[in-house]
């Protein structure tokens, strides 16, 4: 089961931390790859930034510079630090977990490639 928290409404230019953390289940926490996504109304669930089990770390476009995806294993938890946020952040945002550390690189960019989801958290963000 994952847990994710830390979303909220901000103003433009401001900061927010999202965490997500699984609990239950077998997973070896040193072979899980993590992703966040996000989501609006309408539109497919989109990339933000995935960090595999070697904490190899990918960021999309609109998060390179901004955003900042670390892992605690002790803790089986992910944190992405948010910053500078803009409006168009706005979204649910979602973490997902990715058991195998046979997943390819490329696997991880779709939401496809994940095999647990959290519930979501939603992020605000106001012009």
């Known amino acids: 089961q994952l847990q994710a928290s830390g979303g909220g409404l901000v103003q433009a230019g401001g900061s927010l931390r999202l965490s997500c953390e699984v609990s239950?289940?077998?997973?070896?926490?040193?072979?899980?790859?993590w992703g966040w996504f996000r989501q609006v109304p309408g539109k497919e669930r989109e990339l933000v930034a995935f960090?595999?089990?070697?904490?190899?770390?990918v960021y999309a476009d609109s998060a390179k510079g901004r955003f900042t995806l670390s892992r605690d294993n002790a803790k089986d938890s992910v944190y992405l630090q948010m910053n500078s946020l803009k409006p168009e952040d706005t979204a649910i945002h979602y973490c997902?977990?990715?058991?195998?550390?046979?997943?390819?690189?490329?696997?991880?960019?779709?939401?496809?490639?994940?095999?647990?989801w959290g519930q979501g958290t939603l992020v605000t963000v106001s012009s």
């Open positions: 239950g289940g077998t997973f070896s926490r040193y072979t899980m790859n």
């Open positions: 960090i595999r089990w070697n904490s190899n770390t």
């Open positions: 997902a977990v990715d058991t195998s550390p046979l997943t390819i690189l490329s696997g991880l960019y779709d939401a496809r490639g994940y095999d647990y």
